[in-house]
């Protein structure tokens, strides 16, 4: 029943949008990038990765992306299951910013704070399809999102192109992009994708090894908040992976924030650029992972919010600790700490955000 209402209210929004004049022609679809054995599969629901599908070490298939099996679960998911989240991606403390002399509001959902955007963000709307090509050498999709001055608080009109393209060997490629129209606005976009290396609903991840390309992390609030304003060395804290680490040897000294247990951290990247951030091993699968990104921050979230009753794909249902999120983007809540890299971006000027989730088994 829920489904169904879910569904139905969803094919009410797409109605909607084919009657509005500027959304003319949008379609909520799945989308399937497939090169050899290797394949991904989205929807232009909130830009998200529905799946991605590889070989382990013995040649067998697994997705190791958490998430739904239908458009009408990803539509009623409050977990962000796979989604780019924007404008403004992570918190925003009370819901309220200053720029250029003015207050601005946002939509608060998250307690007292925005979180992802706020209720409407980028990952609960509809992604016009630009481009796609689901096979050949390189098979990409290209999604593109106009944000309208006063969305969910934010200020202007904002352009926002996202690519996400296969290459050899088994390689992701999300290249985002986004340029302010008219007025100075905040922007920082992340992809949120659990992966589980396992294969989605396998078990836990605190077997799998992670090294960091980190040697400072901003330490957060029980909000999950950089209230302090500080950056503090790794070294000689639970937080330390510099050297490859199983998730859960220290994750039981770890506080979550909101009373839970477990990484939901926010880390300063080493150096500048695009670079190797992030490298995950899951021994027994033989799979792994290296991430490469641009961005100067890294959130890892290990799914201390996964309570053994949320049900994924296949009939499984999503533990404490299946999956974890490797969250590349700026500083959080940059937007009311002027000591972190700023956000803002003015009028005619471009943001980009790379990453390349490069696996191999």
Known sequence: MVRALAFLVLLCLVAFSLASGTEAGKRVGVYKLKKGNFSVKMTNWGATIMSIVLPDSKGNLGDVVLGKDTLAEYFNDGCYFGPLTGRVAYRIARGRFGLDGKVYHTYIN???????????????????????????????????????DGEQGFPGD???????????????????????LNKATPVNFLQHLYLNLGGQGS???????????????IPLDDELLPSSGRVDPVVGTSYDFRTPTPIGARIRKVSGGKGLIGYDTSYVIDGEGMQKVAAVRDRKSGRGLELWADQPAMQLYTGNGLNNTIKGKAGKVYERYGGFCLETQGYPDAVNHPEFPSQ??????????????????
Do not use: C, M
């Open 344 to 361: 803002t971006l003015r009028p005619g000027h471009v943001y980009k955000n790379d990453i390349d989730y490069k696996f191999s088994f």
């Open 203 to 217: 078990g836990d991840v605190l077997g799998h090894t992670l090294q960091l390309s980190a040697s400072r992390y």
């Open 158 to 180: 904002l352009d926002v192109y996202a690519t996400y393209q296969l290459s050899s060997p088994y390689t992701l490629s999300v290249r985002t992009n986004a340029t302010a």
């Open 110 to 148: 998250d307690g007292r704070n925005t979180i992802h955007g706020g209720r409407r963000g980028f990952s609960k709307v509809i992604w016009t399809v630009k481009e796609y090509v689901g096979g050949g050498h390189s098979p990409y999709i290209t999604l593109f999102y106009r944000s309208f």
